[in-house]
DNA sequence: GGTTAGCACTTGGGCATGTTGAGTGCTAAG
DNA sequence: CTTAGCACTCAACATGCCCAAGTGCTAACC
């Protein structure tokens, strides 16, 4: 038995199987795809791949479907990405241009990605550590409630209401922005932490506790305001996929719901800058998620932007899709 | 026939089918609800309730389940809302004190009211009417791209990168940003249309222009940011509560992800102001959600909020807990 | 009049049984 | 190493049967 074929015959399933959602058997692959064997021999060669784990049998006599082992093996070794069709290029140049809000702009591209692969889309907002700080502002709300506000280059703004712990001035709160503004303004804000000290204790006396009080939701700011968050479309692609196993759509929905588990689950995944990374089925830490995949991969200065769906899933073109819309967001948004 | 048993039984099937979900039939009914009548008795009623439309038979010889039309019955007339747990009341009161932003306040309401109904739970950003501007900002992002942020005394922060035609001076736009702080701090935002046009006529003629594209934006911010946005949580209840119909769950998770439809659909419910409103089955516009009922009502100054769930669904205590957290939510954030 | 007991009738669901076809594993020959 | 052939397995489907739940109706009852 030959090496390459046995990857074929592979290949061959997993294809099959992604395609026509049933368990494929041996007379149909030599059939559908010309080696040029007879079925005995795929059989032989199934045997071997299924004793490697690479494919199973859900009963004793019905064709094999591949394993998440064998679903790792055909993305690492087998499938190459596939290019995308002309027609999908376009519908991203054109969905993505127009100069507009950051948010919006990451809004249209869960909706493209949901759509372009008819899986669910997660993209992450974007990292800006190397976001400078535009400007920052301090609102009175109530007299001990504050609204801080942090604007940067990027235009991304995020906001927050403290409690002062007794009552402030207005007119206080006005020097504080200037000095606050005057001494960071310009800074990265990754380097925050190192230059917020240095304005407290410039501070007068009488104003430094405030002024602690506000660094600290500067820094709770800086630290997980956007990069923390994520943005998601095309729930309904769960169902429409998983016809047959409605019963592992709620932990999915579970999952995605939390947005802490699906944040650690795409920063878990290796940053490889040049390719999109894949965490088939029960790779994946979370076990609501284990007859899921994620493909996803880094943008711009590090989030992550991907897909999730069933373990079935046309990883070639799904890979492509996120590949080229991460590109286009790289692009658009800045290294 | 008595009318008042006729309700009575419409009143029983109703309870025995929301706890059961199975069809019930006139001997379960008498032996569960003590009606002072026989199985024969209640077959006759049942008979004249299914000809007014109230029930259905799935099938020649199985229990009735209840119609769109008798969920509506039930409803209006006989269900009395059922008063919480003090459990219930404890998790409202604990789960939304804290004097936060207003985002996180929505974003707990819905992970409670959820948590509460076993639904999908929705908020409508509250209405900002009557909130006056506090503060407006112009960041310069690049020559030609200005950020405009609005910040009302509500503590809510709306932005929106806008494009300006041509370059602008850093200095121009400082001057700008303080006559309009001047002229429109302190006033209503659905003031705004009318007193931005004479802040622009006291601008000189040569900043004249940007005045006019900022005030646009300031505009756009004031009309639309939040209260046209929705937040939700729970969607992962819609698989639970649909063990048996995995088909239908596809077109409500559409319907949630546009928030369009879900919008129209809060607003097009009245706004009584003292009871919740419920929309059911098929009474409802929108053709994905005919399998479900809608139970919503108005919270501070006129946004809603509710939750969506299966027709099949226990009225009482989810208009309950509606109304609660509702009431809950307009205090806190002020009517 | 409304209420009730009794009974014939309908029908989906469960169960045992049989049949079919896809698919396997193995063996022996090429 | 490949292949033909064959016995074997087993889910899926079909068929027939029975049962329980539930109905609708009629005739008696209060």
Redesign the interface.
């Known amino acids: 038995m030959s090496e390459p074929r046995k990857l074929e015959v592979l290949r061959a399933i997993v294809e099959d199987y992604v395609h026509s959602r049933e368990p494929v058997g041996s007379k149909a692959l030599v059939e559908r795809h010309h080696l040029g064997v007879s079925s005995a021999t795929i059989r032989n060669d199934m045997a071997v791949l299924e004793e490697e784990g690479l494919i199973a049998a859900p009963h004793t006599s019905a064709g094999r479907i591949p394993t998440d082992k064998g679903y790792r093996l055909f993305v690492d070794r087998i499938s190459q990405v596939k290019p995308l069709s002309a027609a999908e290029r376009r519908a991203i140049h054109s969905l993505l241009e127009g100069?507009?809000?950051?948010d919006d702009i990451l809004e249209r591209t869960v909706r493209l990605l949901s759509q372009l692969t008819n899986q669910v889309a997660v993209v992450q907002y974007p990292h800006s550590n190397r976001a400078l700080v535009?400007?920052v502002?301090f609102?009175l709300?109530a007299p001990q409630?504050v609204?801080v506000?942090l604007?940067a280059?990027?235009?991304s703004?995020s906001?927050?209401?403290i409690?002062a712990g007794s009552d402030v001035g207005d007119d206080a709160l006005m020097r504080l922005r200037s000095r606050f503004l005057g001494s960071i303004a310009g800074t990265q804000l990754a380097l925050l932490p190192q230059v917020l000290p240095s304005v407290i204790a410039l501070c007068p006396p009488e104003l430094r506790g405030l002024a602690q009080t506000l660094a600290n939701g500067l820094q709770a700011l800086s630290d997980n305001s956007r990069e923390e968050r994520i943005l998601m479309?095309?729930?309904?692609n769960?169902?429409?996929s998983n016809?047959d196993f409605?019963l592992s759509?709620?932990?999915v929905?579970?999952a995605?719901?939390e947005q802490v588990v699906m944040l650690r689950l795409l920063s878990d995944m290796g940053d490889d800058p040049r390719g999109v990374t894949v965490s088939i089925g029960r790779e994946n830490p979370y076990d609501g998620l284990a007859e899921a995949s994620v493909v996803a991969t880094g943008y711009g200065s590090g989030a992550k932007v991907g897909i999730l769906g069933p373990t079935r899933m046309d990883y070639p073109t799904t890979m492509a899709a996120v590949r080229a819309v991460a590109r286009y967001l790289s692009r658009i948004l800045g290294g």
Not at 99 to 102: I, Y
Not at 233 to 236: K, M, V
């Open positions: 100069p507009d809000d950051v535009r400007h502002e609102v709300l409630q609204l506000v604007i280059d990027t235009g703004v906001q927050k209401v409690d479309a095309g729930t309904a769960l169902a429409r016809v409605p759509i709620g932990p929905l579970e995605l719901e």
